[in-house]
T-cell receptor, first 118, second 110 residues
Framework: GAVVSQHPSWVICKSGTSVKIECRSL??????MFWYRQFPKQSLMLMAT?????????EQGVEKDKFLINHASLTLSTLTVTSAHPEDSSFYIC??????????????FGPGTRLTVT | QKEVEQNSGPLSVPEGAIASLNCTYS??????FFWYRQYSGKSPELIMF??SNGDKEDGRFTAQLNKASQYVSLLIRDSQPSDSATYLC??????????WGAGTKLIIKP
């Protein structure tokens, strides 16, 4: 159980275009999902916290108009990188917290999406 | 000062020996601590979590927490080459967010 999928697993796009990344919880409902970015040889950097049915909370320094997050259902959150540039090339990882499990703080991670902007 | 600090390594340990990974945190009020393992190009996977002072054992892994000294460690007994990875320490912030250390690269030498 507790499987999180991401799609696509990798994507190459041209500078100036937009890319949408999907994060799905396959066998549980997730009120809260998190989006991370990881550059080579660096740790995970939390970009935003996504709550179903409400606006995402972005970390300081993350442009909300560039990284659009939509958490429309209890099993799906999407991250859209708008007007992508080469510096946006990174490994994007989502994680999900199972709804209703108040006493656990475990996050289940998706396999990640490798974005390359040319 | 970073909220969660780890030695970046690499830490090289002979196969079969004990690998010891350390992590310190700055927020004395932190309650929940996690160790994740990340292989290159993959997303993190949870190894252990610990909430209470003392030791918590799970197979070859032991997590140790000392809230007075604000450190948490992970011991890996009988290290295997497959344990070679980057180990990430994470501390829970409010709203279920995790604050991550930079990770320690562990290399198990056959």
């Amino acid at each position: 159980g507790a499987v999180v999928s991401q799609h696509p697993s990798w994507v190459i796009c041209k500078s100036g275009t937009s890319v949408k990344i999907e994060c799905r919880s396959l066998d549980f409902q997730a009120t809260t999902m998190f989006w991370y970015r990881q550059f080579p040889k660096q740790s995970l950097m939390l970009m935003a916290t996504s709550n179903e049915g409400s606006k995402a909370t972005y970390e300081q320094g993350v442009e909300k108009d560039k990284f659009l997050i939509n958490h429309a259902s209890l099993t799906l959150s999407t991250l859209t990188v708008t007007s992508a540039h080469p510096e946006d090339s990174s490994f994007y990882i989502c994680s999900a917290r199972e709804s209703g499990r108040v006493l656990t703080y475990e996050q289940y991670f998706g396999p990640g999406t490798r974005l390359t902007v040319t | 000062q970073k909220e969660v600090e780890q030695n970046s390594g690499p830490l090289s340990v002979p196969e079969g020996a004990i690998a010891s990974l350390n992590c310190t945190y700055s927020d004395r009020g932190s309650q929940s601590f996690f160790w994740y393992r990340q292989y290159s190009g993959k997303s993190p996977e949870l190894i252990m979590f610990i909430y209470s002072n003392g030791d918590k054992e799970d197979g070859r892994f032991t997590a140790q927490l000392n809230k007075a000294s604000q450190y948490v460690s992970l011991l890996i007994r009988d290290s295997q080459p497959s344990d070679s990875a980057t180990y990430l320490c994470a501390v829970k912030r409010s709203n279920y967010q995790l604050i991550w250390g930079a990770g320690t690269k562990l290399i198990i030498k056959p």
